[in-house]
């Protein structure tokens, strides 16, 4: 063991962790989170600069969902709170009152500061953020037949009837605002065009996995199984050790590409679908597959100081040097998740070692929360903002509560 790295074997080296994140969230995180995304109304802003600053953006259907999950997982997960509390109502009137299609159903992909309507479609990684939120909205609401769980379920039926493909499975990435077919819905200018995409079936089958916890519907059920299928046929591609991110409507990988952070997000949310499946082979499956993952990103997508490294290339190199806040979290979450399920001590340490370029290099403590990309030196994008259109708590908050979770003593 490097002396640096603390042999997690041991139960005091856990707990400490343990209550480091739970500080990072409870001081330092949530707190941001609280009192700047807001404006004096209640209403969502667009973006935050790392001075601190608002700045002029779009308000994101994946800001406003993921600010619901955030908030409403905080209050569910770590213990409820009176500023929690109102952040998580003031999220969830946000949704209901700007970002809900009252007319057709599903959820705008923007809308400006008032809630007017900006961008219309029906993007399905959107519906499927909405889903993930709502399901952990019902969580905090701690009701059998909540509002939240009633919503999230017609979210699913508004997916089943648009957004499925019968044909070759998987989704489509988006549709018009009445659900009449999209000819283009790509989540950003820098995306190529693509029919499907592993990032939009990724987070429709974390979606699904929510909702399945806590509804066992049938037809939830069937549609996670064929995701999960999916995955592991055909977006995995065992030559090139890494998922494919873009492809054709009948599953031919597109470009060459390959995202790190995807890439290790991807292995534990796999193994958290089988596991809610409650299927032994998909269970095994996935996490041999999670320990190979893990294998592949230690190889080809970490740095020399531990930390993950934005997008590369099939033959190994490296087209994004920037480190991204969200890729480093992922890294904590899906190397210890590896190191559960196959005991190898280099995935151990790569979790701390990611958990320790986040702590000296994202974490702002003058300004509060963490700054989202860093150059390859480290050194703080002012480009990019704190909070944004894709600039949420939700990968940071997601890690921390995974992993105070994760390193409680067993019962």
Not at 192 to 213: G, I, Y
Not at 243 to 261: E, H, I, K, M, N
Not at 349 to 364: S, T
Request: a negative charge; one cysteine or more; hydrophobic letters at 45%.
């Amino acid at each position: 063991m490097h002396p640096e790295i603390p042999d997690f074997n041991q139960a005091e080296p856990r707990s400490q962790w343990a209550a480091r994140w739970r500080d990072e969230l409870t001081l330092n995180v949530l707190p941001w989170w609280q009192r700047q995304i807001f404006d004096a109304e209640g209403r969502v802003l667009g973006a935050r600069g790392n001075d601190g600053q608002p700045r002029e953006a779009p308000r994101s259907a994946v800001l406003g969902t993921r600010l619901l999950w955030a908030f409403a997982s905080a209050q569910h997960r770590l213990g409820a709170t009176a500023e929690g509390g109102r952040a998580a109502h003031r999220a969830w009137a946000w949704l209901n009152q700007a970002l809900i299609d009252p007319v057709d159903g599903g959820v705008f992909w923007s809308v400006d500061g008032d809630g007017r309507p900006l961008q219309t479609h029906k993007q399905t990684y959107a519906q499927a953020f909405a889903i993930y939120a709502l399901c952990a909205c019902h969580a905090w609401q701690a009701k059998d037949d909540s509002p939240a769980l009633r919503q999230a379920l017609g979210f699913f039926e508004l997916l089943q009837a648009h957004a499925f493909d019968p044909a070759d499975g998987g989704c489509w990435e988006g549709r018009m605002r009445d659900w009449r077919p999209l000819a283009s819905a790509r989540l950003s200018d820098k995306e190529p065009p693509a029919p499907k995409t592993m990032n939009t079936m990724l987070h429709v089958l974390e979606a699904l996995t929510e909702l399945l916890r806590h509804h066992r519907v049938p037809a939830v059920e069937a549609r996670l199984r064929e995701l999960l299928a999916l995955f592991l046929d055909r977006i995995w591609l065992p030559g090139q050790a890494c998922f494919g991110l873009y492809f054709s409507a009948d599953w031919r990988v597109l470009t060459p590409d390959v995202s790190w952070g995807h890439d290790i997000e991807t292995a534990w949310l796999l193994v958290r679908a089988a596991d809610v499946l409650a299927d032994a082979a998909l269970q095994a499956r996935t996490r041999t597959l999670a320990v190979q993952v893990a294998d592949a990103v230690l190889a080809r997508g970490v740095a020399p100081d531990g930390s993950v490294l934005g997008e590369g290339r099939f033959d190994g190199s490296v087209t994004d040097e920037r480190r991204h806040w969200w890729c480093q979290a992922e890294a904590v979450v899906g190397f210890w998740d590896a190191w559960q399920w196959g005991g190898d001590p280099r995935h151990a340490q790569a979790a701390w070692r990611a958990w320790r370029y986040i702590d000296r290099h994202h974490v702002d403590r003058a300004g509060g929360d963490w700054f989202k990309t860093l150059d390859p030196q480290g050194r703080p994008l002012d480009s990019v903002p704190k909070a944004g259109p894709w600039e949420c708590p939700y990968h940071h908050v997601r890690a921390g509560l995974e992993m105070i979770e994760r390193l409680a003593p067993a019962t």
